[in-house]
């Protein structure tokens, strides 16, 4: 039998019926604080339990165009807005009973950005809010989407250690302290202005100088602050250890 027989007597109702979806962990920052996106949703299973925008992938798009599909749908977003944002692929996740219905595996992803906009509930959700991830504890939610939520927040404070990853929640231009904020932010910790302004310029490639500065001095006064622009690192060397894993190192 060659290949187009096989595939001509091939019957797919032959394995147990999977599905695929994905699920975006959308991170911005909004009034100093980290934001996640959830939808409250509307249907069952878990409805009026909080979830992470995703769904079903359909047949005619791979797991990226998904992904970003589902995260417009929620925000908002399209054209060169969307493109923009940093989204990666974050992990599967398999377990046979994560979703009443059916066998389904998620493909979760990633989602940076800075100044995303407020949100707007798609057609199978009630509600769509920015929450403080400070406030997850409140919520109640959906399927195992809480793990999910845990392991994006542990992959965004470590890719912070050793990557420019930091840059994508900000304006093209930046100050290094609008930078430190970023990084304080995220990973939870105070950090010595001075230390971090010092590690940063001495990182090869993680920012370059626009030769500007801002047009006003800081709030007490000072000179203005210089403006830098992401550099072309990949890799940041030396990384940038959280505080509590200097320690560790040391």
Do not use: C
């Not at 599905?19 to 409805?47: K, M, S, Y």
């Not at 990226?64 to 940093?86: F, I, M, N, P, S």
């Not at 994560?98 to 906009?117: Q, Y």
Request: hydrophobic content about 40%.
């Amino acid at each position: 039998m060659n290949e187009q027989e096989f595939l001509a007597a091939y019957d797919p109702r032959a394995y147990p019926s999977v599905a695929v979806t994905v699920d975006v962990v959308a991170l911005t920052i909004r009034d100093g604080a980290l934001h996640l996106l959830l939808i409250r949703r509307g249907e069952a299973p878990f409805a009026g339990h909080w979830a992470l925008p995703g769904g079903f992938v359909r047949p005619d798009e791979d797991l990226t165009t998904g992904a970003r599909r589902e995260l417009a749908e929620e925000t908002g977003l399209g054209g060169e807005a969307l493109r923009r944002v940093h989204l990666e692929q974050l992990g599967s996740y398999g377990a046979p009973d994560r979703d009443p219905r059916m066998r389904v595996v998620s493909i979760a992803h990633l989602a940076f950005a800075p100044d995303l906009p407020d949100p707007a509930a798609g057609s199978d959700a009630d509600e769509a809010i920015w929450l403080p991830v400070t406030a997850l504890t409140s919520r109640q939610l959906a399927f195992d989407h809480g793990r999910i939520i845990d392991d994006a927040l542990e992959r965004a404070r470590s890719k912070l250690e050793y990557t420019p990853l930091a840059t994508r929640f900000l304006a093209a231009e930046f100050t290094i302290s609008e930078l430190r904020a970023v990084y304080e932010t995220v990973w939870g910790h105070p950090l010595h202005a001075g230390n971090f302004h010092r590690k940063v310029l001495s990182v090869p490639g993680f920012v370059e100088s626009t030769g500007a500065s801002t047009e006003r001095g800081g709030a007490r006064g000072g000179p203005r602050a210089r403006l830098y622009r992401a550099g072309d690192a990949r890799l940041l060397h030396p990384a940038l250890l959280r505080p509590a894993r200097e320690e560790t190192v040391r």
